[in-house]
């Protein structure tokens, strides 16, 4: 059995985090010492070895709660697990276009910057330009 601070070290976790997952039930809680230490077993460190990696890879907690419930049912179809690793593909793929065109965004206003003061910066007066931003772009990206 380890302790929740093994655990967590073990996982590059935080103790917070791990009690947080307890919380919100995405990992079981755990068993207790006489002295009411939270013990964990191995399938708990995997499971949270899991959880962290999935993290990692930008899964939100909804998705793993979806992956872990499909985990836990063997005989259910991997086309579910496909389906839920797809839309995170699609997120990320949305992600890095929007940085894309931050990239660019960026680029641009570099490139248009050659003032000798902060009065005449190019770069603060496109900051400044919101109506630009709104017209160019749509709605403002948080």
């Known amino acids: ?6 655990l967590a070290k073990r996982t590059g976790t935080k103790v917070q985090t791990v009690r947080y997952y307890e ?6 809680e755990a068993e207790r010492s006489a002295g009411g230490q939270r013990r ?12 962290r990696h999935a993290r990692q890879l930008g899964f939100s907690l909804e998705a793993i709660r979806e992956l ?12 579910e697990v496909d389906a839920v690793a797809r839309r995170q593909l699609s997120e ?4 890095l276009a929007r940085l894309e065109a931050l990239r660019g965004e960026l ?11 902060v009065a ?9 330009d919101h109506e630009e ?3 160019d772009h749509g709605a403002p990206q948080p």
């Open 23 to 28: 919380q919100i039930g995405l990992m079981p």
């Open 40 to 51: 964990y077993a191995t399938a708990q460190l995997d499971r949270l070895a899991f959880i």
């Open 107 to 117: 680029q641009r206003m570099i490139g248009e910057c050659h003032a000798d003061r």
């Open 120 to 128: 005449d910066c190019r770069i603060l007066e496109v900051l400044r």
């Open 92 to 95: 990320v793929e949305a992600r």
């Open 68 to 79: 872990l419930d499909l985990s836990d049912s063997p005989e259910r179809s991997c086309a």
């Open 1 to 6: 059995m380890l302790s929740i601070g093994v």
């Open 133 to 135: 931003c709104l017209s």
